[in-house]
């Protein structure tokens, strides 16, 4: 996830040797974050969650992407290796031992690492227990908008395309997407053009080509309005304290259509605890 603002727009396409090391990647990132996801549960703290998440990515010989990270929108660096993000927390929710999931919480796992010079970045939801049905609904919005926009995700279509797909869906389900966050391309930087809002008309922006690799990252809240600073310098809330979630993947745009290189891991994970 990043902020939308101007950044230059030269979108690096992927050669098949770098493609293959972002989806090896991918697919480790992947099976982090379902086991991280599968520690989630009641009486267990976030920042628990995040030493295992920093234990996994060194056991697979990589290194977390986002601890140290800093932009020129944060004061500060993010001082951990996992995004946990609670309740009405949109995105960037520090991991901290006081801060207990309980039955009925939301939590949105955010996770990148870097291995070999490329970077991996992907997100999921997770219920805690048994959950608010409207929250549980939420949660399913978010992942169905994300495989809307996967579906645009082919060439010579374009970038807002995606975004629209994105857009329609969750607004047709009755919620609301985050406006001021993006999605974006990935591949030697965590965060790299083109950005990809989650809403907007169809038919703009640069075209999709062979080689590229995006992380679609539907950020979405059940009610409208805008974000809100959560004090910390990191932590993004929703306005009107309503429950957010937020799903993302990463996409190669191929000849053969898209190819989700991270596997559908929110799937994934209702799928175990069935």
Known sequence: MMALHTMPQRIELKTERELAILAENARLLADI??????????????AELDRLAERLIAKAGARPAFKGFQ??????PYPACLCTSLNQEIVHGLPAPDRVLAEGDLLSLDLGLVRKGYFADAA???EVGEVDPEARRLVEVAW????????????????????????????KRGFFVV??????????????????????PPGRGPKLQAGMVLCLEPMIQTQDGPIRPGGDGWTVLTSSGGWAAHCE????????GP???TGGIQEEIWRRRK
């Open 259 to 261: 190819r989700l290189l």
């Open 124 to 126: 999921v939801t997770v």
């Open 144 to 171: 169905g908008a994300l495989q809307a926009g996967v579906a645009q995700a082919r060439i010579g279509l374009r970038v807002s395309d995606i975004s629209h797909a994105i857009g329609a869906y969750v607004r």
């Open 71 to 76: 932009d020129e929108l944060h004061s500060w």
């Open 33 to 46: 974050l379902l086991e991280v996801a599968s520690a989630a549960v009641p009486g267990v703290s976030t």
């Open 249 to 256: 993947e990463m996409v190669a745009i191929t000849p053969d």
């Open 179 to 200: 406006r001021e966050l993006v999605g974006h391309g990935i591949g030697r930087k965590l965060h790299e053009p083109p950005q990809i809002p989650n809403y907007g």
